[in-house]
């Protein structure tokens, strides 16, 4: 009896010290996997602070001459993109809602009526349909070519300063090439210089010339997505235009009769 009695607390106290072993490296192995998430955290926030610091240091290699024509080019870029942005942004209009509107309009209060709806209303749908409406006494004929006339003054101030964009994006990368082969240049001319074909010598001017390059095609390749997205605003407007001045039309037609 007292051998059964010793082996039951020799079972519970060796039950005991597996499971505080356990404990104990459960324990360790969940401070190993905080460490290391903390670890890992710390590199990638020093990862991220070096980029940066990285960028800041390879535009200064890169030389102020080139690289700060180069930093204009992408300023003057992203703020007339910026602003064409916001400008078809608020050019754009309901032209469905718009067009009822006026077809209730002339219904029942007539022609100043809708002219009073398309002052009240922006953008160049509405703008449009004024200049129709403000020429439909002297026949539709003459306040359809009013809606043409005056529509391409509208497609005119949606592609304002525009074409400026297309030259920053021509122009970013023709610097940074430029400024590659005069690179090239300075490197030769070391070599000319020392007599002897030396890394040294022109490691740091072919790491220029190719700084130079690189961001003038990151500058293009930023504006030509902001160019891109104002075309492609500035042609479905122009769509949206086209076809509710052919229904403007219509409802002019139907309203003289």
């Given at each position: 009896?007292?051998?059964?009695?010793?082996?039951?607390?020799?079972?519970?106290?060796?039950?005991?010290?597996?499971?505080?072993?356990?404990?104990?490296?459960?324990?360790?192995?969940?401070?190993?996997?905080?460490?290391?998430?903390?670890?890992?955290?710390?590199?990638?926030?020093?990862?991220?602070?070096?980029?940066?610091?990285?960028?800041?240091?390879?535009?200064?290699?890169?030389?102020?001459?080139?690289?700060?024509?180069?930093?204009?080019c992408l300023i003057l870029g992203l703020a007339i993109a910026i602003e064409r942005i916001i400008f078809l942004n608020l050019a754009t209009t309901n032209t469905k809602k718009?067009?009822?509107?006026?077809?209730?309009?002339?219904?029942?209060?007539?022609?100043?009526?809708?002219?009073?709806?398309?002052?009240?209303?922006?953008?160049?749908?509405?703008?449009?349909?004024?200049?129709?409406?403000?020429?439909?006494?002297?026949?539709?004929?003459?306040?359809?070519?009013?809606?043409?006339?005056?529509?391409?003054?509208?497609?005119?101030?949606?592609?304002?300063?525009?074409?400026?964009?297309?030259?920053?994006?021509?122009?970013?990368?023709?610097?940074?090439?430029?400024?590659?082969?005069?690179?090239?240049?300075?490197?030769?001319?070391?070599?000319?210089?020392?007599?002897?074909?030396?890394?040294?010598?022109?490691?740091?001017?072919?790491?220029?010339?190719?700084?130079?390059?690189?961001?003038?095609?990151?500058?293009?390749?930023?504006?030509?997505?902001?160019?891109?997205?104002?075309?492609?605003?500035?042609?479905?407007?122009?769509?949206?235009?086209?076809?509710?001045?052919?229904t403007l039309v219509d409802i002019l037609v139907a309203h003289k009769k």
């Amino acid at each position: 009896m007292r051998k059964l009695l010793v082996a039951f607390v020799a079972s519970i106290l060796m039950t005991g010290f597996s499971v505080s072993a356990n404990t104990i490296t459960l324990a360790a192995a969940d401070n190993t996997v905080a460490s290391t998430i903390i670890q890992d955290d710390d590199q990638d926030s020093g990862e991220s602070a070096s980029f940066t610091q990285e960028l800041k240091t390879r535009f200064i290699e890169g030389g102020p001459g080139f690289m700060g024509i180069v930093l204009i080019c992408l300023i003057l870029g992203l703020a007339i993109a910026i602003e064409r942005i916001i400008f078809l942004n608020l050019a754009t209009t309901n032209t469905k809602k718009l067009t009822e509107g006026v077809e209730e309009a002339l219904a029942n209060g007539g022609v100043d009526a809708a002219k009073d709806l398309c002052r009240d209303t922006k953008g160049p749908v509405a703008s449009i349909f004024y200049q129709g409406l403000d020429r439909v006494d002297e026949g539709v004929e003459s306040a359809e070519k009013a809606i043409v006339a005056y529509g391409g003054v509208q497609m005119g101030q949606l592609e304002k300063n525009v074409s400026w964009i297309s030259l920053f994006i021509a122009l970013a990368p023709m610097l940074g090439f430029m400024g590659t082969v005069i690179g090239m240049i300075q490197a030769f001319d070391k070599i000319e210089a020392a007599g002897d074909m030396q890394p040294s010598l022109v490691a740091g001017g072919i790491k220029v010339a190719l700084l130079t390059t690189v961001f003038g095609l990151v500058v293009a390749i930023i504006l030509q997505i902001f160019y891109n997205y104002i075309v492609a605003k500035i042609d479905s407007i122009v769509n949206d235009m086209e076809d509710a001045s052919i229904t403007l039309v219509d409802i002019l037609v139907a309203h003289k009769k």
